[in-house]
């Protein structure tokens, strides 16, 4: 079954920095990968994401990359802010409706100003 | 709109009790689930709906009883828990077209204590 590796587990960035989260998947099936934000207490919510037949996706400040080959993906976020301090959990799945989301094991982002 | 809403927010229940979660979703998705969230981990799923029927249980203990009353609605009744059962429990919902992966959208989640 697939497996989703994510990196780092924390990340701590100065507002106005940027933070780049890494993860890497195994099922050469999986063409389905968003990413959630989630924030104490709430739930996951969608932030971005791409499908295998795009190489990049960009959103404002937040940007996804894709790399089929290599089988990793990574989230971008570029002029970071306090409000972006939560836990991420990237994600990967095959085209098949109903079916699990795999995640990675969540990134806490730290942004002080 | 799109949000997915569950009641309770916060439940604490007895090892005894029987109590139910509910979520609700007025998008049109044909698809519901439920995860599990013990704190600092990812969600792990538990149940996927398809068109009202169970499609995936994730070997999921008894004492954990999903129902799909209709297309909007989602329950998961609970009996017999146990103190490690305490968790986040998370509903989410997608399109579910063509057989094709849609976008799963969150609720805010209940959060179980099991005494």
């Known amino acids: 079954g697939e497996n989703v590796e994510q990196h780092p587990s924390t990340l701590s960035v100065q507002e106005g920095d940027s933070a780049v989260i890494k993860c890497t998947y195994s099922?050469?099936?999986?063409?389905?990968f968003p990413w959630y934000k989630q924030e104490l207490g709430k739930g996951p919510q969608l932030i971005i994401d791409?499908?295998?037949?795009?190489g990049e996706k960009k959103d404002q400040r937040i940007a996804v990359t894709l790399n089929k080959t290599a089988k990793h993906f990574s989230l971008h976020i570029t002029e970071t802010q306090p409000e972006d301090s939560a836990v991420y959990f990237c994600?990967?799945?095959?085209?098949?409706?109903?079916?699990?989301?795999?995640f990675g094991k969540g990134t806490t982002l730290s942004v002080s100003s | 709109d799109t949000e997915v809403t569950q009641t309770p927010k916060h439940l604490v229940m007895g090892m005894t009790n029987k109590k139910s979660l509910k979520c609700e979703q007025h998008?049109?998705?044909?698809?519901m689930y439920w995860y599990k969230q013990k704190a600092k981990k990812p969600p792990e799923l538990m149940f996927v709906?398809?068109?009202?029927?169970?499609?995936i249980n994730e070997s999921v203990p008894s004492r954990f009883s999903p129902e799909c009353p209709n297309s909007s609605l989602l329950n998961l009744h609970l009996h017999a828990l146990q103190p490690e059962d305490s968790a986040l429990y998370l509903c989410?919902?997608?399109?579910?077209?063509?057989?094709?992966?849609?976008?799963?959208?969150f609720g805010p989640g209940t959060r179980l204590l099991v005494l």
């Open positions: 989410a919902s997608s399109q579910d077209e063509g057989g094709h992966q849609e976008t799963q959208y």
């Open positions: 099922d050469s099936a999986s063409n389905y």
């Open positions: 791409i499908r295998s037949n795009v």
């Open positions: 994600a990967a799945s095959n085209n098949q409706a109903g079916t699990a989301l795999i």
């Open positions: 998008m049109g998705h044909r698809a």
């Open positions: 709906y398809s068109y009202e029927k169970l499609s």
